[in-house]
């Protein structure tokens, strides 16, 4: 599966971005699709994941404030972002994962090798 973002840039605090990532190669069988971050100097984070059939996790720091969707039919995964601040900072990464996991793995292994990667989409948040 290969994955590619698109969507980032530089906002103001407060502002708001969507993410988008498409799927291509081998799609039919992903389970889950997420967004994860990096910050400089910090390990790589769960963002926000769904499955499937529509089941979400989110990272407590953006519960509220960001929003996770997918359209299977188009494989592709988004995430707006609205109410964004300085801590947002960082490189979001597009996973797609082919196993049937619990949801709580993302978060519990976010800086694990797994699935595929996309290459990345900065985001930076100005205060």
């Known amino acids: 599966v290969q994955l590619v973002e698109s969507g980032g840039g530089l906002v103001q605090s407060g502002g708001s971005l969507r993410l988008s990532c498409v799927a291509s190669g081998t799609t039919f069988n992903i389970f889950a699709m997420g967004w994860y971050r990096q910050a400089p100097g910090k390990q790589r984070e769960l963002v926000a994941v769904?499955?499937?059939?529509?089941?979400?996790s989110y990272a407590d720091s953006v519960k509220g404030r960001f929003a996770i969707s997918r359209d299977n039919a188009r494989n592709t995964v988004s995430l707006q972002m609205n109410s964004l601040k300085p801590e947002d900072t960082a490189v979001y990464y597009c996973?797609?994962?082919?196993?049937?996991?619990?949801?709580?793995?993302?978060?519990?292994?976010?800086?694990?090798?797994?699935?595929?990667w996309g290459r990345g989409t900065q985001v930076t948040v100005s205060s």
């Open positions: 769904i499955s499937d059939g529509g089941n979400t």
């Open positions: 996973n797609a994962d082919l196993l049937n996991r619990p949801l709580n793995y993302y978060s519990a292994f976010a800086d694990r090798s797994f699935g595929s």
